[in-house]
């Protein structure tokens, strides 16, 4: 199955998820990227979360990380899925 893809449904279904910020997801985060998907080690994953909690601004692990996972069409996507495309759709769906 195409990454990208497959990244992108993961970040907006997280996006949607993460009422109370981004660390209220990070347990789904971390069995999807880790355990699932196999697309990081719990170390790599800790590691990246670390670089963004050390960045000043938003947390941008999930540009990382999709990143790490498919270059930077995956980036891209991730950033798009994460912020605010999926609510967005979701609001003009159910609206």
Known sequence: MN???????????LSLMALGGGLSVFPSL???????HGWL?????EYLYSLGQL???PNMMVASI????AGLPGAI??????????????V????
Do not use: C
């Open 41 to 45: 080690t719990d170390a790599q994953l």
């Open 30 to 36: 971390k069995t999807q990227t880790v355990d699932v």
């Open 55 to 57: 960045a000043p601004g």
């Open 77 to 90: 996507v991730v950033v798009s899925a994460a912020s605010s495309l999926s609510t967005t759709v979701a």
């Open 3 to 13: 990454q990208v893809a497959t990244l992108a449904r993961l970040f907006a279904w």
């Open 66 to 69: 999709g990143e790490w996972v």
């Open 92 to 95: 003009l769906i159910l609206g």
